[in-house]
């Protein structure tokens, strides 16, 4: 096949097919999309290496030399407000045209998003390039493409930016098929997002469209897992005349893998996928499910990937585009990213999954989706037989981060399922606690400062930045004092100005956080702390400038006399599994703390702090 023109300076692949039956592949790829990155220069998920390992591997592997490669375009402003406001596009467009500190103020007052100035570019070529392909392959000059695209899109909604997203890529090519290009006769859109996390922004897009069938599998957790809301569950199915058009398919907890995709493709999404027969499939390629992604906690394999996506070209004569959403663990993004190319270009027949049961869940959640979408697709009426759903994997969880998937299961971290049960029902009815107007007679454990110093100053702990305080220069404010681009007012910083020896982004299922999820400071956003029994490894204590960081925060004209928490509430905390009321009492009526079960975020920024030798 022959290249139609290459962007960023990439070397030309013009080379002609002799093997007339291979299927023609298009491929999209511009470095300009790397212009976007953090301003401050700090480490973030969302980073340009994403698309730039995934195009490195396809050359290693030779797939582009057999690709019909395609320039990346910038999306027009007709075609993506058919899906965003106008004053939204107006933002983006204009974004990396403002002042520094602007820029950084408006970002500051959004939902998991940062802008620079190659921001607006790189959000216009995305949302350009997958329109690019999605009209390629609806003529049939392509029978299957993918785009390599940043930022991702599938959260943005019709007003905003949230979670990474600036405009929704996938939202706005289905538009542009169906709305812009009647002539290419495209009536049905199978929009499969099999990103670890909901999109929330795809499915308010065709919420009442019949014409956009839209399946999200998504780690949900009851609300707990970003976005954190409920848009995701499986009583979300559409309304008026798109009224069971969108299915929801949200997992319970993390650590799902190939043999619970693949029960979910077999009994929810092809028995649907047949009776709606699409004219074309869109996916939302996130690979953020993938093993050992530092985010999605999940362990789809480069192999499940690939058998998900092969089931998919039974449909649609095959034609599919795939759009790059999630995905941040660079090695298992790139590995998966070829495993799909593989597919698309019908390299080798693809097995089945090797003998793995889903878990109990899986099935739990599977049976609920079939029930509530019957009554709009009869072939999900039967109930499931008793014989196929008993196969299920042993009713256990791990404690473990995500980032520790690829090591040894260490049975120590193995709770029982009734467990897990009793902690969630503890856990249930403290995420709607507030503590409020609390008037107490006494303080307990209120000790000289020097003294609680001395003594928390021995100790360690891991603690997490949130929301808003996602930056490591914000977060750092609490701690060095100052005030730097979205802070509302002049932080005093810590008594102990000693920096965090490590930063990283990690995520913990199945962890208690404790914290609040609005500031003064900051807004939304805040601090959190760590269940120390989660981890033996991850250790934490109270730590003195944990308590200066939480007094900063939540206490107005607060002073450092005494801690807020002591190692007495450690040890309540440890023995009990709850915070003792007198730990944030101490007279501040607008205190309100909750306790976040498992994955309540999309990210975290742990900051260690050592100061032991």
Known sequence: MMEE????????????????????????????????????????????????????????????????????????????????????VNLIRNISSKEYSKRNRIASKLNSIYLNEGSSESAYLAAGSVIEVAEKVAKGELNSAFAIVRPPGHHAEYDEAMGFCLFNNIAIAASFLLDQRPELGINKILIVDWDVHHGNGTQKTFWSDPRVLFFSVHRHEFGRFYPANFDGFYTMVGEGPGAGYNINVPWENGRCGDADY?????????????????????????????????LGGCRLTPHGYSVLLKKLMDFAQGRIVLALEGGYNLDSLANSALACMEVLLEDKPISELSEAYPFESTWRVIQAVRQMLSAYWPTLADKLPTKLTDQKAPPHILLSSSESDDEDDDASKIISKDLVQAVEDVVEPILNLKIEDYHGNEVKNEVNSALWRSKLSKTDIWYAGFGSNMWKSRFLCYIEGGQVIGMKKLCSGSVDRNPPKETRWKTFPHRLFFGRDFTQTWGPGGVAFLDPRSNSEDKAYMLEQFNDVLLQENVPDHDMNSPLFDLNALDSILNEGSIPVEAVKRGVPSLRWKALSRERFLYVLLAKIMLTP
């Not at 050359?59 to 004053?87: F, M, T, W």
């Not at 979910?264 to 649907?272: E, I, Q, R, S």
């Open 5 to 88: 023109g290459s962007g960023g300076g990439r070397s030309n692949y013009n080379r002609m097919n002799d093997a007339k039956n291979e299927r023609r592949v298009g491929l999209i790829y511009d470095q300009r999309m790397c212009k976007h990155r953090t301003p401050y220069g700090d480490d973030h998920p969302e980073k340009p290496d994403r698309i730039t390992v995934i195009w490195n591997k396809l050359e290693l592997a030779g797939i582009p030399q057999r690709c019909v490669i395609l320039n990346a375009k910038e999306a027009k402003d007709e075609y993506i407000c058919a899906v965003h406001s106008k004053n939204h």
């Open 262 to 294: 693949l029960a979910v493709w077999d009994h929810v999404l092809v028995p649907v996928a047949k009776e709606f027969n699409p004219d074309i499939i869109l996916v939302s390629a996130g690979f953020d499910a993938a093993f050992g992604d530092p």
